[in-house]
């Protein structure tokens, strides 16, 4: 019999990945059904509404703007000090805005725009997966040592890292056929969106083939978080010890760290979180900026330092943490006793 297919079996049946997985896509269809009801098509009837009221509130600034002058020559008449009203000492400056300032884009109401704005969502999809995956992993493994599954099998199968890495392999291939299949659910489900309560308008092969990169990165995010997850619970014999871990990370190494280098003003305190690193591996790069530095500009204006972080310096890091703790997993499988 195939260990390969024996842990297919064994995952597919175990009730706590299927509970799991399935509440990933439950929340994943609460996205989808968020950003339907929450959007609209724009038509000429939201158009014409949208210059309506873009037209009220530069008639409203007008009688604000009216006010405000008479209230100011009033104080001016009486002999008080219009400065310390908020007025300027000549009253003729208060003016209003022009009408062009009251742009009725402003005003249309929310639209999904499938070419900007499902770029962004892959990296709630890859998140929200990888946390899922990570909890499996950690489940799938972290339960055959705890309940001696793992020990059993070894008698059966003495090689312990062929057991360990098909035990992986499995994993990872249940969890890559559910990434796929909801990555193409996902896609197909706000394609529908921007059709019915958007645009889908200026979507271009070039858009298709950065939109399938950005996929795969998420897939390749997806199938590294999990590993590290089934890893770090194999090293420490206990599911509990990888979600421990993972919270303990969370809140000290992370949380904490941030709050530690904005008290120390460290320039881009988010350098050193691996979230940063994650979102910049899904959306190629994440700029960040320190404006508390400023860089002067030719007409006078400061702007903020910034620092870009790309998807390659993501990848060294991310896949560093990766290795190491999938090597710390294999030497404890080879070295430490099972017993």
């Given at each position: 019999m195939s260990l390969y297919r024996t842990e297919l079996r064994r995952l597919g049946k175990r009730r706590f990945t299927r509970y799991m997985t399935l509440l990933g896509l439950l929340v994943l269809a609460a996205v989808i059904a968020s950003a339907f009801f929450t959007n609209q098509k724009v038509g000429p009837d939201q158009i014409a509404a949208a210059e309506r009221e873009a037209k009220a509130n530069y008639q409203q600034a007008v009688r604000d703007t009216e006010q405000a002058r008479t209230e100011c020559e009033r104080v001016k008449a009486d002999g008080g000090s219009?400065?310390?009203?908020?007025?300027?000492?000549?009253?003729?400056?208060?003016?209003?805005?022009?009408?062009?300032?009251?742009?009725p884009q402003w005003s249309l109401p929310p639209t999904f725009r499938f070419h900007e704005d499902f770029g962004e969502t892959l990296l709630t999809f890859a998140m929200l997966l990888a946390v899922v995956g990570f909890?499996?992993?950690?489940?799938?493994v972290g339960a055959e040592w705890n309940t001696g599954g793992m020990m059993n099998l070894l008698l059966w199968r003495p090689k312990r890292?062929?057991?360990?890495?098909?035990?992986?392999?499995?994993?990872?291939?249940?969890?890559?056929?559910?990434?796929?299949?909801?990555?193409?659910?996902?896609t197909l489900c706000f394609w529908l969106v921007g059709h019915f309560r958007g645009t889908t308008t200026e979507v271009t092969p070039g858009l298709w083939r950065?939109?399938?990169?950005?996929e795969l990165r998420a897939l390749a995010l997806v199938l590294a978080v999990t590993t590290v997850g089934f890893a770090v619970a194999s090293l420490g014999r206990h599911t509990a010890f990888a979600l421990g871990g993972a919270m303990a990370f969370l809140v000290v190494g992370q949380?904490?760290?941030?709050?530690?280098?904005?008290?120390?003003?460290v320039r881009f305190p988010d350098a050193w979180l691996v979230p940063t690193y994650a979102m910049a591996w899904i959306k190629?790069?994440?700029?960040?900026?320190?404006?508390?530095?400023c860089i002067a500009t030719p007409t006078g204006g400061c702007m903020p330092d910034e620092l870009t972080i790309t998807w390659q310096q993501s990848s060294l890091?991310?896949?560093?943490?990766?290795?190491?703790?999938?090597?710390?997993?294999?030497?404890?499988?080879?070295?430490?006793?099972?017993?």
């Open positions: 219009v400065s310390s009203r908020g007025f300027p000492e000549n009253c003729a400056e208060i003016m209003p805005p022009p009408p062009e300032a009251f742009d909890v499996v992993g950690a489940s799938y890292l062929t057991v360990l890495l098909t035990k992986l392999a499995a994993l990872l291939t249940g969890t890559a056929v559910v990434t796929v299949l909801a990555a193409a659910l996902w950065s939109l399938g990169l950005t949380y904490g760290v941030a709050i530690a280098l904005s008290l120390a003003d190629k790069q994440v700029t960040l900026q320190d404006y508390q530095a890091l991310l896949g560093a943490g990766l290795m190491i703790a999938l090597v710390a997993a294999m030497w404890a499988m080879r070295r430490r006793d099972v017993a």
